[in-house]
Nanobody, 118 residues
């Protein structure tokens, strides 16, 4: 079973930066893709970015080149570098793992709060 723990959230001003970390443990070798999702109050959870084991990435349109997802397989950690943050980026950010053979993200972290002040 895969466990994920996020860290790095916090309060930042508009235009600032944060780097989120997602540490994975357990059956790490079974992980194909890791993704970051976010959920703002009253909104649906949405995909932010994802990265595969071979470091193929994809991003939501709203990222607009501001965020970068990366992966350190040796450290079993996935990062989300967020630059040029906007108030609308305020949300709880979750990382999730897609294991080989699965079609859904079944393992989730507890989330980390990101708040961008205007």
């Amino acid at each position: 079973q895969v466990q994920l723990v996020e860290s790095g959230g916090g309060l930042v001003q508009t235009g600032g930066s944060l780097r989120l970390s997602c540490a994975t443990s357990g059956s790490g070798s079974s992980i194909d893709r890791v993704a970051w999702f976010r959920q703002a109050p009253g909104e649906l959870r949405e995909l932010v970015a994802s990265i595969s084991r071979d470091r193929t990435t994809n991003y939501a349109n709203f990222v607009e080149g501001r965020f970068t997802i990366s992966r350190d397989n040796a450290e079993n950690t996935v990062y989300l570098q967020m630059n040029s943050l906007k108030p609308e980026d305020t949300a709880v950010y979750y990382c999730a793992a897609l294991e080989y053979g699965d079609s859904q993200y079944l393992s989730w972290g507890q989330g980390t709060q990101v708040t961008v002040s205007s």
